[in-house]
């Protein structure tokens, strides 16, 4: 199954946008986003899922339905083990409904302060999922391990990223480059899966 030409990305959020367009700069598409064409008819979804990949193809199938485009989005969040897991999938939503990345990462430090640092093992996780208009899906999920810290710490990424250790680096992913960032992310990581389902397997209707 060939990546579709042109494809749309379901987000708003300019820093996913340019995490895609840099992880999938390979994929051999025409990228499609509301940086690109604001004047397209792009729906606002309400992600009412409870995990990773209902948010995920809310969006993706709500933008190909609105569009008339396929149209790729993913879900991610954080899960701290410290926490039972939480706050996954609302991770953007943490602190608030209408809560800012500043407010969620204030949260989370005071959350995590009185745990010791070897207990703040931690994980990011994502589902990316790829849909046509006509109901067909492929989606695949990608997992970034590490552990955190209290003291934020580098002026890259977003998200909880200034706190982020990953796993056998010594700095946060908010001082990684970019390349670094996207070779290791679990963002880099579900979109790579991605496009490797789509070279291996038939996409699924969703029902």
């Known amino acids: ?4 030409d042109p494809l749309a990305i379901a987000t708003g959020n300019e820093h996913k946008i340019r995490e895609i367009v840099r992880i999938c700069a390979g994929w051999p598409t025409t990228w499609v986003s509301v940086r690109s064409d604001p004047s ?15 948010n995920a ?3 993706a199938h709500a933008t190909a339905d609105a ?11 954080i899960e701290v083990d410290a926490l039972g ?5 609302r991770s953007a939503r943490y602190a608030g409904d209408r809560a800012t990345d500043e407010d969620n990462l204030r949260q989370m430090i005071r959350a995590i302060k009185g745990v010791p640092s070897s207990g703040r093992s931690a994980r990011y996780r994502c589902v990316a999922v790829l849909a046509w208009p006509d109901g067909r899906e492929a989606h695949a999920e990608g997992v970034f391990e590490g552990l955190l810290v209290t003291k934020p710490r580098g002026d890259a990424g977003f998200g909880y990223d ?9 700095v946060t992913v908010a001082e990684l480059t970019d390349e670094d960032k996207d070779r290791i992310s679990h963002r880099g990581r579900a979109f790579r899966s991605l496009k490797d389902v789509l070279g291996s ?3 699924t209707n969703r029902g």
């Open 1 to 4: 199954m060939a990546v579709p």
């Open 40 to 54: 397209m008819p792009w729906p606002d979804v309400e992600e009412t899922g409870t995990t990773y990949l209902d």
């Open 57 to 59: 193809r809310l969006k």
């Open 67 to 77: 569009l008339g485009l396929p149209a790729v989005a993913d879900d991610s969040g």
């Open 85 to 89: 897991g939480q706050p996954g999938p």
């Open 162 to 170: 200034p706190i982020f250790v990953p796993a056998g680096w010594d």
């Open 201 to 203: 397997s038939e996409s």
